[in-house]
Nanobody, 115 residues
Framework: QVQLVESGGGLVQPGGSLRLSCAAS????????MGWYRQAPGKERELVAT???????RYADSVKGRFTIFREDAKNTVYLQMNSLKPEDTAVYYC?????????WGQGTQVTVSS
């Protein structure tokens, strides 16, 4: 069982920035993938960004050029730097990691972009 602790959500104005963090209870070297998904009200959960063990990154088209995913291996932590936020980025953001082909999820953190 991998435990995930998320932080960094909140309320921000359009054009602002937020950084989400997710600390895993296990070494990142035991994880095949770390990433972020989000779910807006009335919508399905969707991929935001992932980073693999080889630091290969994948982004949703809607966030390319605005969001950056990166890891701090010594802290077993993955981050999502979100810049130029838009109201349509409002959602609950979930951290996820994959170990031995099984996906673990965090509790979610609310991000609200509004003036």
């Amino acid at each position: 069982q991998v435990q995930l602790v998320e932080s960094g959500g909140g309320l921000v104005q359009p054009g602002g920035s937020l950084r989400l963090s997710c600390a895993a209870s296990e070494s990142v070297y035991s994880l095949e993938m770390m990433g972020w998904y989000r779910q807006a009200p009335g919508k399905e959960r969707e991929l935001v960004a992932t980073i693999g063990v080889g630091y290969n990154r994948r982004y949703a088209d809607s966030v390319k050029g605005r969001f950056t995913i990166f890891r701090e291996d010594a802290k077993n932590t993955v981050y999502l730097q979100m810049n130029s936020l838009k109201p349509e980025d409002t959602a609950v953001y979930y951290c996820t990691v994959r170990r031995e082909s099984y996906d673990y999820w965090g509790q979610g953190t609310q991000v609200t972009v509004s003036s």
